[in-house]
């Protein structure tokens, strides 16, 4: 499948004009879960929370969703869209791998491979850091075999794969792929900002050593709304499907990102280092949430009580709303959504 890269992607929620960026404060973050231990408050997470109706519209704000943050690999969707409207033609498996934060099974490595090989390239051209695989039951493995860390290994290399194929269809330099002023960097650049609506805030290095664009946590839902109501035969259509039919190939087996899209039908999701994640459903529907301390035990419970308060039935999201909380062994608490985010009451 090939697309053609001035195809824009026309989505249920209109394109709008493209905002100034949000602005780079101190944001004001909300309790957003709480630990419970023997009915008593242990402990809080801070965070920010957006529900985004069908229309686009706002219908739950906890926090600060419009300060600027790092959406981390909760972008990676976008990044793909922007490869996907550069000319990358991949999809089905080797596209949801493309916009991965995956585990270093050895069928993310067998994939990183193939795309390595459809653009001609070698692993000795990728540029992410070296790293051990990101699933500690495929690191432990690793380290048992004497297997030491690679860049295929880490968990960005689907993506750094793609963009050196990406890369070579346009005739783009392949050594400095990563400098914010390639021309591969300013097309997802200009694609960040087309999808989110806003204007970038701010430009770092993330862990894998890309190019990290600063939105906001608004932004971010858009932009997955954006995605997930995308008409056939678009680049955001291609990738939306990808990962929701191949989300092991986007995360990996076991993988509480994977398990989500599994238990509701039509959902996309992607999560990010440092308490990120966003969901979207076909309709346009949209959460994105941001746990203060990064904490994943507050992520996955914070996701599924914001996609209850979008419509999502409660009894499909029941094994995310919480880890219990171990005393001498046992469960003495868990940890759970704030009431903030409760369900509203029927009417």
């Given at each position: 499948m090939t697309y053609d890269p001035t195809t824009?992607?026309?989505?249920?929620i209109p394109a709008a004009p493209v905002a100034a960026a949000p602005a780079i404060r101190e944001p004001l973050h909300a309790p957003v879960a709480h630990l419970v231990r023997g009915g008593v408050i242990e402990g809080i997470?801070?965070?920010s929370v957006v529900v985004l109706g069908a229309d686009g519209e706002v219908e739950l704000q906890l926090g600060d969703i419009e300060a600027a943050f790092y959406p981390r690999s909760a972008l990676k969707p976008v990044q793909a869209v922007a490869m996907l409207r550069a000319g990358l033609p991949l999809d089905g498996e080797l596209l949801s791998l493309t916009a991965a934060s995956h585990s270093g099974e050895e069928r993310h490595l067998a994939?990183?491979?193939?795309i390595l090989e459809?653009?001609?390239a070698t692993e000795g051209d990728l540029r992410n850091v070296t790293d051990m695989p990101y699933d500690p039951a495929v690191r432990d493995a690793w380290i048992r075999d004497r297997r030491g860390p690679s860049r295929l290994a880490q968990?960005?290399?689907?993506k750094h794969a793609a963009m050196l194929y990406t890369c070579k269809l346009n005739g783009w330099s392949l050594e400095d792929y990563l400098d914010p002023a390639h021309p591969l960097q300013q097309a997802i650049a200009e694609i960040v900002e087309d999808l989110t609506g806003q204007a970038i805030a701010q430009v770092t290095v993330d862990g894998c050593g890309a190019p990290l664009f600063s939105v906001s946590l608004h932004g971010l839902a858009r932009s997955l709304a954006r995605i997930t109501t995308a008409a056939e035969g678009t680049p955001e259509r291609a990738v939306a499907d990808a990962m929701r039919a191949y989300p092991e190939l986007a995360s990996g087996a076991g993988r509480d990102v994977a398990?989500?899209?599994?238990?509701?039908?039509g959902l996309l999701?992607?999560?990010g280092f440092e308490g990120v994640q966003v969901a979207a459903l076909p309709d346009g529907r949209a959460v994105a949430v941001k746990i203060a301390d990064g904490a994943n035990r507050a992520r996955v419970p914070v996701t599924a009580a914001a996609l209850v308060r979008a419509g999502v039935a409660p009894v499909a999201l029941a094994e995310f709303a919480g880890e219990p909380l171990?005393?001498?062994g046992h469960p003495v608490g868990h940890v759970r959504a704030a009431r903030a985010l409760d369900p509203l009451p029927r009417r």
């Open positions: 824009t992607g026309a989505a249920a997470h801070y965070g994939g990183t491979r193939r459809l653009a001609g968990n960005c290399s689907g398990a989500l899209m599994r238990a509701v039908p999701s992607k999560d171990l005393g001498g």
